[in-house]
């Protein structure tokens, strides 16, 4: 089942224990980023402010007693996009989202999909994007193997490592 405008936010929010993503893609083009982005080129910063939506949702989670996290699989060198997105992500972590970075440079993918997705606690939705990383659809999946989708998250939380260590040892000289 496809989740389309107001389906999306009403269907995540609903969620009860834990929400995960796996990201995979070096770009995505999101509508609604193009001025951050602009404000990134120039200064090599990003101005989030206390009550950006995202943020207030992921404090909403944390305390109604949800988790939420993520892993991005990466390698470098890091897109521009990429560099941009870390650095949004240390406001998202900062508001207690879980911010795992898997990089692949010099090492073997341990058996994860090209594939992004949410599991919502035993939902899955794939968030599926052009070759450009244009988001073209969020599919609610019907019958999921759960089990292999619960082993991909175990597999890139193990090799993967926090955002603030990975941000300390490649991005902070």
Do not use: C
């Amino acid at each position: 089942m496809r989740l389309d405008g107001e389906e999306w936010p009403r269907f995540f929010n609903s969620y009860q224990r834990d929400a995960w993503r796996l990201e995979t893609l070096p770009v995505y083009r999101m509508p609604g980023e193009e001025s951050r982005l602009a404000e990134f080129r120039t200064t090599g910063r990003v101005a989030i402010p206390d009550d950006n939506q995202w943020l207030t949702r992921v404090r909403h989670y944390l305390a109604t007693g949800r988790t939420i996290g993520r892993v991005h699989v990466l390698s470098r060198p890091l897109t521009e996009y990429l560099r941009f997105e870390l650095a949004f992500y240390a406001f998202s972590a900062k508001a207690g989202e879980d911010i795992r970075i898997l990089d692949l440079t010099g090492r073997e993918n341990p058996e994860l999909p090209n594939q992004d997705f949410w599991m919502l606690d035993d939902n899955v939705v794939e968030m599926r994007y052009d070759a450009e990383g244009r988001q073209i659809g969020r599919f609610l999946l019907a019958a999921p193997d759960l089990a292999r989708y619960r082993e991909w998250k175990r597999l890139a939380i193990e090799h993967s490592v926090p955002y603030g260590d990975y941000v300390a040892e490649h991005l902070v000289h």
